[in-house]
């Protein structure tokens, strides 16, 4: 998952559900084939499905997706150029970018890994006060 930061805001997609009832907002990501880094696909599939090229900051590390049960890596990018659109219709319902500071109106606090909390210093209570 590419956690992509532009000044005071994160890149989202807004997914389409698997099983076609619903949708559900999330970082940028891509399934990982053997041989290649977690960098290279966050980096990749976040031009691919939102039109906004970015750079590797750092690994915030790994886990097994509470929801999805699928293990996830989480690379922290910065931008640097493109305007977000949504350029994978078939996957996602919208492309956008959100204030840190209003992150979890979008993706609920205990969704949120918590390595990526701090590095977008989102608190780890809901921010819809």
């Given at each position: 998952m590419a956690?992509?930061?532009?000044?005071?805001?994160?890149?989202?997609?807004?997914?389409?559900?698997?099983?076609?009832?619903?949708?559900?907002?999330?970082?940028?990501?891509?399934?990982?084939?053997?041989g290649v880094r977690p960098e290279t696909v966050a980096v990749r599939e976040t031009l691919a499905e939102t039109g906004v090229h970015c750079a590797v900051v750092r690994?915030?590390?790994?886990?097994?997706h509470p929801v999805t049960n699928v293990l996830c890596d989480y690379v922290l990018c910065e931008y640097l150029s493109g305007d977000a659109e949504n350029r994978d219709v078939v996957e996602n319902v919208s492309v956008t970018?959100?204030?840190?500071?209003k992150l979890t109106r979008f993706i609920p606090t205990d969704r949120i890994f918590p390595?990526?909390?701090?590095?977008?210093?989102?608190?780890?209570?809901?921010a819809d006060s």
């Open positions: 956690i992509v930061v532009r000044e005071s805001e994160v890149l989202a997609v807004c997914r389409r559900g698997d099983d076609g009832g619903g949708i559900s907002w999330q970082f940028p990501a891509g399934m990982i084939k053997p690994m915030l590390g790994s886990r097994v970018w959100i204030e840190r500071k390595p990526v909390r701090e590095a977008l210093e989102v608190p780890s209570e809901s």
